[in-house]
């Protein structure tokens, strides 16, 4: 029996599997409102949930405007959401 590298065979299962088309999709930063240091929570928009429940669209900080379906853990983070968030001083998830 041949002999697998443990560390190689971890590393092809921890890779998410994808449909055609999917090397093009990002994961995407929605801000979905924000609350002033001496205020009320101020939405901004339709959250992630809620696009994701009604079939209404959601936009990120890149200016994408979609309807959430997909399991956002599956694709990688935006590159401008990411650079958008990080200027803005937020802490940026690591997916």
């Excluded at 694709?75 to 802490?91: F, N, R």
């Amino acid at each position: 029996m041949p002999q697998v590298d443990e560390r190689v065979a971890e590393r092809v299962e921890s890779v998410p599997r994808t449909d055609d088309g999917d090397h093009e999709r990002f994961t995407h930063l929605v801000l979905e409102g924000y609350t002033p240091k001496d205020g009320e929570f101020v939405g901004l928009g339709n959250s992630v949930v809620e696009g994701m429940v009604n079939a209404t669209p959601v936009r990120a900080l890149c200016g994408k405007v979609w309807v959430p379906g997909r399991d956002p853990a599956r694709y990688p983070l935006c590159p401008t959401c990411k650079e958008i968030a990080e200027s803005l001083g937020w802490s940026v998830p690591s997916l």
